[in-house]
């Protein structure tokens, strides 16, 4: 009874992907409407599993020497104007304060689109000497961007994030940054998130707005449409320059650094929801579940069930899990559907019986699978298959990724494939935007990434006939 | 040399305590003044210092079954004036945006400058039932009060804070939740902070606007001037009726439950410096300093020193400490007075000789005393001098507190002992604003609160000689 009303509240994703997507958002209690138009709420779920995320991440930036800073919310407007191409980029979208308290203000302030403009400021103030070179900061907060249709975590006028801002005496050493964070975030989404990624450079229609190179992860969900996972910019001394950053060198002359930034956002929660959901709920890989484990007594009037399932959910704990015993009067039915709506990656049924065996049972969100397993084993076989869970996550994921990467040799084919498969659709490219925008006119397609691994698919460029320079990926991209 | 150079730097407190504490802010490179009026930007080492203190203080709030969330940053100014008090209290302090992107907005938005708003239109829109409540949620995030005049982590137009909001069945259940986050509050200041408090309650007119009550922990800092260090309100069901929030409790009927919410700032920074700091600059709490111990090896161009100083911070780190070793080539003389200035709480000194006697030198922030200590020993020794640095700082802050409140029988006697001494003056009170006001206008002193703990001074206000309701502590505060 209660699978059935769970089947009621959730559109299949076969049916509507997109309001799949929302009833998950919504049904899971990952976020909640304002009243603020097109702002979001992160209710307490979703924001645990933003918490977990943030951990993890930014411990990997610490590891790397990154610190947190935090600066100004708000910019004036001729600081985000002096470097030309980031305010053509971000101006339509900024939300603009006019007024502080009962004072109309002399110049109007922007909400931090993003932050190159004041930790640029920053260093053009204090920097002096190639020795206190690199800095490696980084900032966790929100932003703001005007947006005119959002969806939750997808596109969103406030959205949370890191944003790293680094700056370094040579090129090389902020472009070897560049690339490092761009392996931090594919890491990241492999290992953690258990999204498979395709890392590559965007093309300069793609890049962000100011930068010399933008690097991106790319991902693929469920439906096939990309999605961009995080992105890591290499600046040159493009921003140094306008904000008139200098150092004393090595050579005791002074030199403009060069500088990087990348970030990466709530929209994760997207790519994981869109990843490894299904028509029972949220899925959630076991490294960032907030709930990894659920214990569900049953017949928990008997006695000993609930000291039984309190020693039980004890013991998970202090081995470290993330757990939870639901003592509700709720119906063993709605509870299962409950905690698989909410994606928790393993239950656990102890009833009269099992504890007067000795023994428990394990549920895998993944795909059912039960295993019974002894009291005094519970720790270690719990830990085995919250792995294997988060294995099977990306293995799954891995393969919609790999099955539904297609070649192709002619424009015709690519919009030919993409409307009978979509996913991503690749092909050799000569450079020119004439062809990136020829591709998106023509097969509805943006230009993903020119991925790090490169394949030669033949010698030109598929949609003008002039030689190739690369192999690049296309794909309908959230 | 280095001595002299820092000396130097830094102003004694006894000459311009102001100078001194703005000094220490920009010296020990906690903050940095943005290009943005009344902005200040939290470096590295200053947003360590806060991270630690999120870090202690979230654990403790989620202890007590607290959640975190995410509510947007922007309110619309209608929503901001549904509660008539609060919004005459915030208006004029309030950010305002007007424009997103290139679109003028119907209605203004004012950028957050407290949420209480936000989680009442929150609530209003999703309780149903007592069977959901309490609610209890937390948010760190950033905040905007239009200011005239700052002062680092004192007063700026922008701070970092965690705000707590409730909400409870019970008017006596939201009482308990003010109470209790009062006492978290007391704990985290005492035996975090090593800051000693006087918890109470605050006069009408010194109250949170729209609160019923506010409850606060008052701190006096080593210029006698009180600070009030973090505040807890109970709202009753005010903010319920004015927002509309209605439930079905459990006679069936529609009922509006009662709410708390309980805020601490980056302030406390400021109050940490204040309470503990000297003319060598920074002293800090050992659970809440960056670094713990920093590792000096002596005359470390000598055979075996650095080899010795990374097994040193090596065993350290792996006995969970905060540690660092400065291996550059300043002088010994600029290192010690520059982790000095820093604030770090235990130096280790190992100089060749030391290595030779399978020792080295552990030596105090706080009264720059020396232990000898067995290099197998370090690790027990270090924990034990951490454990001593917390405590002697706690009981020196106790000592300035306790020696520095004074009974006064008259407001004659108040004004006196004020100029004379600074500190509180505790005195009886009639529970009349006019005899507050009176207070201010004549001693220059606020009321800071009434404490939990009261004594009994004698039956009649010393201001207007009506009958006393309350013990009442007065001071001079920042």
């Known amino acids: 009874m209660a699978k059935e009303k769970k089947v009621e509240q959730i559109t299949d994703m076969e049916v509507d992907f997109a309001q799949w997507y929302t009833d998950i958002c919504r049904k899971a209690e990952l976020v909640e409407y304002s009243s603020v138009k097109g702002f979001t709420i992160l209710r307490p779920y979703g924001y645990a599993i933003w918490e977990n995320m943030q951990k993890i991440m930014d411990g990997m930036f610490k590891e790397t020497g990154h610190e947190n800073v935090a600066m100004p919310v708000l910019i004036p407007e001729s600081l985000l104007k002096k470097e030309g191409e980031l305010v053509k980029g971000f101006a339509p979208e900024v939300a603009w304060v006019t007024h502080g308290g009962n004072e109309k203000l002399e110049e109007r302030l922007a909400f931090r689109p993003t932050s190159e403009t004041m930790f640029s400021d920053f260093w053009a103030n204090t920097l002096q000497t190639y020795r206190e070179l690199p800095m490696l900061y980084n900032q966790w907060c929100s932003v703001i961007r005007w947006e005119k249709t959002t969806r939750p975590f997808l596109r969103s006028r406030e959205f949370w994030w890191q944003e790293g801002h680094t700056i370094h005496e040579t090129a090389e050493e902020a472009q070897n940054e560049t690339m490092q964070q761009l392996r931090c975030y ?15 450079r965007k093309t300069d229609k793609e890049k962000f707005a100011g930068a010399e190179a933008t690097y991106t992860v790319e991902c693929m969900m469920k439906d096939r449409k990309a999605l961009q996972g995080a992105t890591s910019h290499y600046f040159g001394d493009k921003f140094s320059r306008a904000y008139g950053i200098t150092f004393t060198g090595r050579d005791n002359k002074l030199q403009h650094p060069y500088q990087t930034s990348w970030g990466s956002t709530t929209r994760m929660i ?8 299904d028509n029972n709920g949220l899925v ?7 709930i990894q484990i659920i214990v569900l007594p049953i017949a928990q009037h008997k006695p000993g069930v609930l000291e039984g399932a309190a020693a039980l959910e004890e013991r998970l704990k202090k081995a470290g899990f993330r757990v939870k015993t639901d003592k509700s009067d709720n119906s063993m039915g709605w509870k299962c559907a409950q905690y698989e709506m909410k994606g928790v990656p393993l239950r656990v049924e102890c ?3 099992d504890l007067e065996n000795g023994q428990c049972i394990l549920v895998r969100r993944t795909d059912g699978e039960k295993i019974t397993v002894k009291l005094e084993d519970v720790e270690a076989e719990a830990a085995k298959q919250l792995a294997l869970v988060q294995q099977q996550m990306y293995d799954k994921a891995k393969k919609n990724l790999e099955e539904n990467i297609y070649p192709a040799y002619s424009l015709e084919e690519a919009k030919q494939l993409q409307k009978e498969h979509g996913g991503f659709i690749k092909t050799m490219w000569c450079g020119d935007e004439a062809c990136e925008i020829k591709m998106k006119e023509e097969a509805g397609m943006s230009s993903r990434c020119m991925p790090l691994t490169q394949e030669h698919l033949g010698d030109v460029c598929p949609i003008c006939g002039k030689p190739a320079k690369t192999m690049i990926y296309w794909g309908v991209a959230y």
Chains 1, 2 share one sequence.
């Open 186 to 200: 594919a890491d990241f989404f492999e290992n953690v998130l258990a999204i498979p990624v395709v890392p590559g």
């Open 270 to 277: 997207g790519a994981v929801i869109m990843t490894h959901g």
């Open 284 to 290: 959630l890989p076991p490294k960032i579940a907030p």
């Open 351 to 353: 009833g009269p019986r």
